[in-house]
């Protein structure tokens, strides 16, 4: 009865492709994020949903696609990846504040 | 927008001893502040949070104060223990949905 969980955890791939990272939460929360973790380990908020709508989205280049089929998933798209967006990504849902974080997903761009 | 900016980096100290990690925050309008454990490998947890209406919050070791005024607020960890080892972050929002991280401490307790 995991609370909230990504696909997949590992993620080795080369420049230019595509990928994409899944989110689920079964908490029934109503907001979900994204957030990436760099290497030295600063935790950025990238995007925010709630109710399936964008209400956050920081300066992230726009090669990164978030999509929220329902209210509990979130998934993020990345086209065109490049080594700089070799980081950890977490997925995290809330309702009244505290946040909930997936298991992360490291992706390794080479 | 929300500016956390959190101190030391790093922070080491002998099992037993207390440990405290200071942050600040810009936005006047936060009103919410957790705190987050996260050990090696593993996702960020939240340990303890408080809001602005409260100025301190304790649970066993562990106490967060708030200034509001200052725009500070602290972790205390008291008695601390080797498994309390880990990166530590603060964080800020307003009304929980824009919640912006510190940039971590990390904490090692010797044994």
């Known amino acids: 009865d995991t609370a909230v969980s990504q696909t997949p955890k590992y993620l080795v791939t080369q420049m230019g492709n595509d990928k994409s990272i899944k989110c689920e939460q079964n908490?029934?929360?109503?907001?979900m994020y994204w957030y990436k973790q760099d290497s030295k380990k600063f935790l950025k908020i990238m995007f925010s949903?709630?109710?399936?709508?964008?209400?956050i989205n920081e300066t992230v280049p726009n090669r990164f696609s978030p999509k929220s089929p329902d209210k509990a998933h979130l998934n993020l798209h990345i086209n065109s990846l490049e080594l700089g967006d070799s980081a950890v990504y977490f997925c995290?849902?809330?309702?009244?504040?505290?946040?909930?974080f997936g298991p992360g997903t490291r992706l390794t761009v080479t | 927008g929300e500016n956390v900016e959190q101190h030391p980096s790093t922070l080491s100290v002998q099992e037993g001893d207390s440990a405290v990690i200071k942050c600040t925050y810009s936005?006047?309008?936060?009103?919410?502040f957790p705190w987050y454990k996260q050990e090696l490998g593993k996702r960020p947890q939240l340990i303890i949070d408080?809001?602005?209406?409260?100025g301190e919050k304790k649970d066993q070791r562990i106490a967060v104060t708030l200034n509001k005024t200052a725009k500070h607020f602290s972790l205390h960890i008291t008695e601390t223990q080797p498994e309390d080892s880990a990166v530590y972050f603060c964080?800020?929002?307003?009304?929980?949905?824009?919640?912006?991280f510190g940039a971590g401490t990390r904490l090692t307790v010797k044994p």
């Open positions: 995290a849902s809330s309702r009244q504040g505290e946040q909930y």
């Open positions: 936005d006047s309008a936060s009103n919410y």
């Open positions: 908490l029934g929360h109503d907001t």
């Open positions: 408080i809001r602005s209406n409260v």
């Open positions: 964080a800020a929002s307003i009304n929980n949905n824009d919640m912006r």
């Open positions: 949903y709630n109710n399936k709508e964008l209400i």
